[in-house]
């Protein structure tokens, strides 16, 4: 059978490796309702979520991803959707250095006036290529540990530093990250500094070394993709974004069934079904990859 190439799979010149064009597939490649029902149905399940275990009520899953990927606008739209209408809490823009200077811990409430959610976004500042530059692997570990405070003004030249207080206060396993989440653009991975990646790399082996689930956000697929741009439920179907999760998926390390595409709310006004959806989706997976932690820790 004959398929017209579709939109997003003519190669890009700035994209390397080069991958040759495909069909659109004709069957999904992943399965979504995309119904309003079916977001209702999400929702629902996030708010009444419960960890697997009793002294946790929160679940922390750390954010960690290049400058401008999405981190903040990722929060940002995770508390639209609740909220019911587009936020923007976090800093999030463009710029060549990191928007995110502090630690940031965000909780997520069920309306404006509802109670909060059983998830801590825990926002970082960027990766940067130059050394000595942007997020450093020993604030990662001070991070997931649970030993640094909300507010503390990251210094990429100095990893933080318990002093004696912090250093005395007992840590509990809420206290600690539960997920870790890579923030990657799908229109740049090809595109990916090999110091960047290198820095990835290391990242991704300390956080294994501490037993933490990892997933990958992988935004601005609409941007990556025109088809997907028109409409997000051709993201399964698009051939193109496909080759950006295996490709994503050999250069981070990890399955494609750990990488979940995201749309973040960007210059939108009003929320979209379709947007919510991936979002919610996304957020459904790091609560099942903290409940494997839990299960991890606490064998039956």
């Not at 990191?98 to 059983?118: D, E, N, W």
């Not at 037993?211 to 179907?237: H, M, R, S, W």
């Not at 210059?267 to 989706?281: A, K, P, Q, S």
Request: overall charge positive; hydrophobic content about 40%; glycine content about 6%.
């Amino acid at each position: 059978m004959n398929y017209s190439l579709s939109e997003c799979e003519v190669f890009k010149v700035t994209d390397a490796p080069k991958i040759a064009p495909q069909a659109s597939v004709q069957k999904p490649w992943r399965n979504v309702l995309w119904t309003a029902e079916r977001r209702a149905e999400l929702m629902e399940s996030i708010k009444t979520y419960k960890p697997l275990i009793s002294t946790v009520n929160k679940i922390r899953v750390l954010l960690i991803g290049p400058i401008g990927a999405g981190k903040s606008s990722f929060f940002n739209s995770i508390n639209s959707v609740f909220r019911g209408h587009v936020t923007s809490q976090a800093m999030s823009g463009f710029s060549g250095t990191s928007i995110t200077t502090q630690f940031r811990t965000y909780t997520v409430k069920a309306g404006r006036a509802g109670g909060a959610l059983p998830l801590i976004l825990c926002d970082t500042m960027g990766l940067e290529e130059l050394s000595g530059a942007g997020l450093d692997i020993e604030d990662i570990s001070s991070i997931i540990k649970g030993y640094m405070p909300d507010r503390y003004k990251f210094n990429p030249a100095a990893p933080f530093q318990p002093d004696d207080r912090v250093a005395l206060k007992p840590v509990t396993l809420q206290d600690k990250v539960h997920c870790v989440a890579y923030v990657l653009d799908a229109g740049k991975v090809s595109l990916l500094p090999s110091k960047v990646e290198k820095k990835l790399t290391a990242i991704r082996q300390r956080v294994n070394s501490l037993g933490i689930p990892q997933i990958v956000l992988l935004t601005k697929v609409d941007e990556a993709c025109p088809d997907v741009g028109k409409d997000l439920q051709n993201i399964y179907f698009s051939a193109y974004i496909k080759t950006k999760f295996q490709e994503t998926s050999n250069r981070v390390g990890l399955p494609m069934a750990n990488i979940m595409p995201v749309k973040n709310y960007s210059h939108e006004l009003d929320l979209d079904l379709n947007c919510d959806i991936l979002l919610l989706t996304a957020v459904q997976q790091m609560l099942r990859f903290a409940d494997n932690y839990f299960d991890d820790i606490n064998p039956v």
